[in-house]
């Protein structure tokens, strides 16, 4: 099966442009004000106006207010939520739109009985944890934590780079990986060549 790759913290359309040339399947968008990746809602619709069809526009939010979330759907033309904090199961179904949501992994952490509270999501992100932090470390964790056969699909995320993600991507074999900082220039800034590097080597690990 191919992974999917889904490049997050999108700032830029040239960077979406070139995340699309580069055969992403999914961009994201962070709706998170303390995130240097962090846009606004018409800096999101002037980027979304550059993705095609068939590529997933995803707005990540974490413990946003529901006004806000129903904000952003009213003016941007967003494809699939991402919930990156500690939000309910009851949050995450009531904007009736398909979403991922986020755990961040640690020891002892029990990942299945997680995933079992969020039957209707798409996906489960799992990321690197640090504490007070929901996400955008840099930092990977442990992917032995990662046990087999979840009730839902795996989506790889936390300090994965053109590297280490061909190495990822054989151990975990995951449903899709998710990357920011590690094919960027700046915060919030992609790097077209490396963006093109972690999609090749990407491809190179669904070869193995």
């Not at 009213?74 to 179904?93: A, I, T």
């Not at 007070?132 to 840099?138: F, I, Q």
């Not at 993600?165 to 998710?178: G, T």
Request: glycine share 8%; hydrophobic share 45%; proline share 7%.
């Amino acid at each position: 099966m191919r992974t999917r790759v889904k490049i997050c913290g999108i700032t830029r359309v040239e960077d979406a442009a070139a995340a699309v040339d580069a055969g992403a399947d999914a961009i994201g968008l962070v709706f998170y004000d303390p995130s240097p990746r962090s846009v606004a809602i018409q800096q999101a619709v002037e980027i979304c106006q550059a993705i095609p069809a068939f590529v997933t526009v995803t707005a990540l939010f974490v413990d946003a207010p529901v006004e806000q979330v129903r904000d952003v759907l009213s003016q941007v033309p967003v494809d699939l939520l991402q919930f990156h904090g500690d939000e309910s199961p009851q949050y995450c179904r009531s904007f009736s739109r398909p979403y991922i949501k986020a755990i961040r992994v640690r020891e002892g952490l029990d990942v299945p009985a997680f995933a079992r509270q969020f039957p209707c999501s798409k996906a489960l992100l799992l990321d690197a944890y640090r504490p007070g932090v929901p996400g955008g470390t840099g930092e990977t964790f442990d992917w032995g934590l990662i046990p087999e056969n979840l009730d839902l699909p795996v989506i790889l995320a936390g300090g994965l780079n053109p590297d280490n993600i061909e190495s990822a991507v054989a151990q975990v074999r995951p449903f899709a990986v998710d990357v920011s900082g590690g094919v960027e220039a700046a915060k919030g800034i992609k790097d077209s060549q490396l963006v093109n590097q972690f999609i090749k080597e990407v491809s190179c690990a669904d070869q193995r």
